[in-house]
């Protein structure tokens, strides 16, 4: 059976009884060509998600910065926007946000207005995405106030360093002193780390920097479309290229704030990029994606490497999704309130009370 | 928030500060427009299924027989071609493979060499694929030879009837009737239902008519890259037309079949399209597809449907995997033995001993 998959077989036989067959030839190319082509709107998303998707691509996508200043002036509109938005979300999920400075880094801590029982002694440790670059400081917290609120649980969100001034491994230097500070005083089997997109890639780090450094693991993780590898590696790269509306190519921004964040650092270390870690020994893991997200391969590739790895490992992925649209949706959205509640139900099965 | 989700406050407000950005103008189309590409090979995958990916599409996608002597004659062809591989794989799993009767439709029980402990009083039933029109007989029991060899368990495929001489609702008439004839012998709970594609669709179907009729239902199914929806509802049918090197297009051989089976039937019914069906009460239920799945919007909308009624439901998707190519490799391919690997562990999990 070795050398003949079905698929070879049939392809062989068959071109051979061409009477039916409109495309007669056994094509042997080694790339497939995908003519130009339309994209309608799902009808199977939500209308807000919906909206979404008709609402093209942020203009952000093919951004290149020419120097460090233009790199901080552009990472200062970012913050601006958020920190816009931020007064509103705090007050309609009804969380306080207080900032101080746990082993010399700053960090948010959200609290809802109540904490469920189960919730009481437990914690989420939270790691902020945007390229490694963007949404420093309080802008980076909205995903935490969200996630704090509908959980009903107490969320610390780091504010680690960042480039251009502070490329790889500062930022992971500093959410791992965070961490060891917390699991001084918080049994690590009742705290959880979530993030999405670098987020979701730094808080893997965080796990392979853990179990290198012989630490104890978190008790369960969340990781939203995770930027697991830095490189073109993986085939959603590809054939998600220009169907993402968030992200759109791997060839624009996402090159530029690779190369920044990595700053001559291989790309392919695990610390940089995880999906190429030893993930044995993972703690339970949900992680989460869409049908239309450059960073699908991202994902299901790391939940295919926690799967063979022996670990409890979930895969959500959602349709018509591009990359992280779950946290851009006004919160009352499906989609949203279907990230939000899975990332709740997996944590209150896998942490102790 | 409900009406400034972040997406749209972020797209209008960076429109207004454009000197960094390289696309200035915010897009409001409501098609995305995807210009021509070609995809390489991913070398994420296996260098089995590099090679089926390599290997282009099969000739068979664009076929439309035009009389039900084209179709009989189209079907004799697979068939064959199916009936030359089963003897060496049958030999090579250590299977035999043995025909009956249950309720009046034939059947073909595949008995492994061992079968586990666990696994003693355990059945699983098989529900091959084929567009509901292809495999008719022993043709179709190239999974279930597989499965069974793997898990180590008995399985017993259903030779259903099909199109063109029985349209639905035959087909499913018959899965029924050998599924209430087993479950007078069989405790449901040691019971699960597995397939692939058509098959997939239909045991979704089968378990809606469980429902329906009062009937217990089986202890856990899997189905495989399901045909849940026949119409052409679904945002991967757009996204991964023609990126599918297996199905290729919902609007080729697809159409033919799903019409022929549907036989003027509305094409939303749910005993049709199951996606459409109530899922509230079902089973623990693993679905899988692939990144390049044409019917990957078909699976994760029944994922999504399931855990939102409640229901244990895990997805599996594999990297750059077109339509069901799991189940086409050679089953020493590392993605076939995740595929029955992931089978056998859920339904350890989850049927009772």
């Given at each position: 059976m070795k050398s003949t998959p079905w698929f070879l077989l049939l392809a062989t036989l068959l071109s051979t009884s061409v009477s039916l067959a409109a495309e007669a030839t056994h094509k042997t190319d080694t790339e497939r060509h995908i003519p130009a082509h339309t994209l309608p709107v799902p009808n199977t998303v939500s209308p807000q998600l919906q909206a979404m998707i008709a609402a093209g691509t942020l203009p952000v996508w093919n951004v290149h910065p020419q120097s460090v200043t233009e790199w901080k002036n552009w990472v200062k509109k970012w913050e601006a926007v958020s920190m816009k938005v931020l007064p509103e979300l705090r007050e309609k999920m009804g969380v306080t946000v207080t900032p101080s400075v746990i082993a010399g880094v700053q960090v948010f801590t959200v609290i809802p207005k109540t904490i469920t029982e189960n919730n009481r002694d437990r914690l989420l440790l939270y790691v902020h995405g945007g390229g490694y670059v963007l949404f420093p400081g309080e802008s980076g917290t909205s995903e935490a106030i969200m996630m704090a609120s509908h959980d009903h649980i107490k969320v610390v969100a780091i504010d680690y360093r960042m480039p251009p001034d502070f490329p790889y491994p500062a930022g992971l230097n500093d959410v791992m002193s965070v961490y060891k500070e917390i699991v001084k005083t918080t049994d690590p089997k009742k705290l959880a780390i979530f993030g999405t997109s670098a987020g979701g890639g730094m808080l893997l780090s965080m796990v392979l920097r853990a179990k290198d450094e012989g630490l104890p693991l978190p008790g369960a993780i969340a990781a939203g479309?995770?930027?697991?590898?830095?490189?073109?590696?993986?085939d959603s790269y590809y054939t998600n290229e220009n169907v993402d509306n968030v992200l759109v190519t791997n060839n624009g921004l996402i090159r530029e704030l690779a190369n920044l964040y990595a700053?001559?650092?291989?790309?392919?270390?695990p610390f940089i990029s995880?999906?190429?870690?030893?993930?044995?020994?993972?703690?339970p893991t949900i992680l989460t994606s869409g049908t239309r997200d450059l960073f699908l391969s991202n994902t299901v590739r790391v939940h295919r490497k926690l799967r063979e790895a022996g670990s409890i490992a979930d895969l959500i992925v959602f349709e018509g999704m591009s990359h992280a649209q779950y946290m851009m949706l006004s919160p009352d959205a499906p989609e949203s309130q279907q990230y939000f509640s899975e990332l709740s139900a997996f944590f209150d099965k896998h942490l102790a009370k």
């Open positions: 479309t995770p930027w697991s590898d830095l490189t073109n590696t993986g700053h001559g650092h291989d790309l392919k270390d995880p999906v190429y870690g030893d993930m044995h020994g993972f703690p």
